[in-house]
């Protein structure tokens, strides 16, 4: 069980530095794939994305979600006016090493000695961790990140490439002109958190295809998102898509199958990507 503790830190950055520190700190939450969770209305059904920390009125950004961890956090923030970091449960996977890196820098930068604490019970057991290492074996998941070639891909996410191209040619450009984007997507990201078990997506996937919900490109890329999540159906005739999906895809599926239908969510986030893949 995660200790419940809270971790502080405060730097005093000087005056000309801060608008280009909080710059650089909230570019490593998007590179580092710290997120805020958003809750979206999509053809009337309440979907959850992953949305990049922004600053509010107050200069308060928020975020409880990491894409590499695909786990829920408690709320934290960072004050971009005071340049503070309040930690709930930071824990000592991919969050917790993003969020000691921030907290170095903020060190570094700052012009007075600076303090970090830990409040609550059982914080020595989470200083262990300082050091870790969160090591990985691919980066197929992660395609929206960088291009496709600079990568640490499978030679599974490779072939899938192929696949996806493949699939997306053949789609039936009538069958897609007739489908409603909004509803289309919005079934299958319910899809992909409660049946596979992906992270969520990103915020700027749903944008993008809402804004280009006519266009039937972006809908030939819904009918190959809804085989590759129905890829079983076929196997039984005698049960509808959905009893398919719960009562054999849930308990069944694979780590690896939930990657690369992630992996196909990031790339349709990735234009490069997806331009060289998909056509568009």
């Known amino acids: 069980m995660e200790q419940k503790y809270r971790m502080e830190g405060k730097a005093d950055i000087p005056e000309e530095k801060r608008t280009a520190f909080n710059d650089y700190i909230l570019k490593i939450f998007r590179l580092c794939g710290i997120r805020k969770r958003k809750e979206i209305e999509l053809a009337g059904k309440t979907v959850t994305v992953a949305g990049t920390p922004v600053s509010d009125d107050y200069g308060i950004v928020r975020f409880d979600y990491s894409i590499f961890e695909r786990r829920k956090r408690p709320v934290s923030f960072y004050n971009m006016k005071t340049c503070e970091l309040s930690l709930n449960a930071c824990g000592s ?76 040619q053949k789609a039936d450009e009538a069958e897609a002109a007739i489908i409603c984007t909004e509803e289309y997507l919005a079934d299958i990201l319910l899809d992909l958190d409660r049946i596979w078990g992906c992270r969520y997506v990103d915020e700027s ?6 804004v280009h919900k006519n266009d039937v490109r972006y809908k030939k890329a819904l009918l190959v998102f809804r085989e590759l999540t129905d890829r079983d159906v076929e196997y039984f005739p005698e049960l509808t898509a959905w009893q398919v999906r719960e009562w054999v895809t849930r308990k069944h599926y694979s780590e690896r199958d939930s990657i690369f239908l992630c992996g196909y969510a990031s790339m349709l986030v990735n234009h490069e990507c997806r331009k060289k893949i998909l056509g568009f």
Do not use: P
Not at 101 to 129: H, I, P, R
Not at 139 to 165: C, H, I, P, Q, T
């Open 93 to 168: 996977d991919e969050f917790g090493i993003v969020m000691q890196m921030v907290l170095l820098l903020m060190q570094e930068a700052g012009s007075t000695d600076f303090y970090s604490k830990c409040t609550g019970e059982d914080n020595e057991a989470e200083n262990s961790w300082f050091f870790q290492l969160i090591h990985r074996e691919n980066e197929d998941e992660f395609l929206e990140f960088r291009d496709s070639r600079s990568l640490l891909l499978s030679d599974g996410m490779k072939k899938n490439f192929a696949v996806w191209k493949q699939k997306y």
């Open 205 to 210: 996937l749903v944008r993008e295809f809402t």
